[in-house]
């Protein structure tokens, strides 16, 4: 006999979606790893991770180990708000909330703002585990379409004003993440920064800003949204995940002082104070804007092996963004469902990240994929491009024939 259980409605209904996940397929033994959004092996510094936590134990003995924790926490604080003044956008300690990550971040915004009736204006294509957390909460979306410069702006200005002719219901809440974007690597333009500010207020809505490689820029760091942000309508969510260990689990939302009050409301004491005292002790005993230049010079030149080897192994046919930053490239394939080649694809020893899956309407990615230059070393992508490059052009002649 089967079970029931007593689920709320709203569980009920975020079971009708695809389980979280569903993705990130098990890649075979010996696959290069174009799929992992992950920091390089030899740059997350376990070393120095080793070091603050001898130093931490040290001077501290037990005190770390308790569910107060250390009295070096709020150093952790003090230097994300620094980071933060960095890239001009001054936080106070009342509008700063440190999460368990970014994702977690993101479902205590959700768990605030959203509900049954609320609309969630999205980037298409957009950050998949976002999607999964927004659609536990709403079945309403506004999927905006983006370009080499992010969000479009202009075509998501005449989406506002024909739902408000119509009489629909306006967004609550738009996600972006428009610097170094998951997974297009594209970076909104200043002037459409400008333009989605004066359309949150025109149309009352807030963004959530999704800044997890921000500090990854080859060159330049765009300004924040939040930096720009003079109405409070910006809630920033930052990470160290991707500069510094992402099973660290060190997130960040900064935002307006009634919204994060009301989110430690739900977060509670659900800390990790153990790996916060961890990375206080880390951060205060290196160079920090050292250690992100060391990350951004390496990714640069990952990210040129790879943009080399696409315009080298790829069909002419095949297309794709150069980043700025971060750890993405992602790639239209005419002609091809890239979620039926990725077997294919496995079988010759490379993997990536179907683009379906960065999709509200999953048809939609059909022709995409979404490569990673972080994870895997130069030689890797190198031979994983080439691989990829036979894989297609079999798939596409197949098309054509």
């Known amino acids: 006999m089967k079970q029931k259980f ?51 134990l040290d001077e501290e003995q037990d005190l770390p180990l308790h569910y107060i924790g250390s009295p070096r926490i709020p150093a952790l604080k003090k230097f994300i708000q ?35 009736e609320a609309v969630v204006a999205i980037e298409s294509p ?17 999927s905006v379409p983006t370009d080499a410069n992010g969000l479009d702006t202009g075509r998501f200005e005449q989406m506002l004003a024909d739902r408000k002719e119509q009489g629909r219901t306006l967004p609550r809440v738009l996600y972006t993440i428009p610097t170094f974007q998951n997974p297009t690597g594209t970076t909104m333009t200043p002037e459409r920064r400008e333009h989605v ?26 300004r924040l949204l939040k930096a720009m942000d003079a109405n409070n309508r910006v809630l ?17 939302v900064a935002g307006a002082e009634k919204l994060v009050t009301a989110m430690k409301w739900f977060k509670k004491d659900l800390d990790h104070p153990f790996a916060q005292a961890t990375m ?17 010079d390496a990714y640069r030149r990952k990210s040129s ?22 750890y993405f490239v992602w790639v239209n394939v005419p002609g091809a469902d890239t979620a039926k080649m990725l077997p294919q694809a496995y079988a010759a020893g490379v993997a990536y990240v179907p683009g379906r899956y960065f999709f ?36 596409v002649e197949q098309k054509v024939e």
Not at 128 to 140: D, K, P, Q, S
Not at 239 to 248: I, R
Not at 280 to 296: M, N, P, R, V, W
Not at 309 to 325: C, D, M, N
């Open 236 to 252: 920033y969510v930052g990470s160290l995940s991707k500069v510094v260990a992402p099973g660290m689990r060190i997130g960040w």
């Open 280 to 296: 206080a002790s880390y951060i205060e005993g290196i160079d920090f804007d050292g250690h992100i230049k060391e990350l951004t």
């Open 6 to 56: 007593p689920f709320s409605k709203d569980i009920d209904l975020a079971f009708k979606n695809d389980p979280p996940g569903l993705w990130m397929s098990a890649v075979p033994k010996g696959c290069i790893r174009l799929n992992s959004g992950y920091p390089e092996p030899a740059l997350v510094p376990s070393k120095g991770i080793k070091e603050a936590v001898g130093r931490l």
């Open 305 to 326: 092996t790879m943009i080399a080897a696409l315009k080298k192994f790829l069909p002419p046919t095949v297309s794709w963004y150069a980043p700025e930053g971060g």
């Open 126 to 142: 957009t950050y998949m585990e976002a999607l999964e957390v927004f659609r536990n909460y709403t079945e309403h979306f506004m």
């Open 360 to 395: 509200l309407n999953q048809e939609e990615g059909t022709e995409f994929l979404r490569l990673s230059f972080s994870y895997a070393n130069e030689q890797q992508i190198v031979k994983g491009i080439e691989l990829l490059g036979q894989v297609i052009a079999a798939n």
């Open 197 to 222: 500010l004066k359309l949150a207020e025109q149309y009352d809505f807030l963004i959530l800003e999704d800044d997890a490689y921000g500090e990854l820029g080859f060159e330049e760091k765009p």
């Open 82 to 116: 620094q980071r933060m003044l960095k890239r001009e956008a001054e936080i106070s300690e009342e509008e700063l909330l440190v999460t368990s990550g970014a994702c977690q971040a993101i479902d205590l915004i959700s768990r605030i703002l959203l509900d049954g």
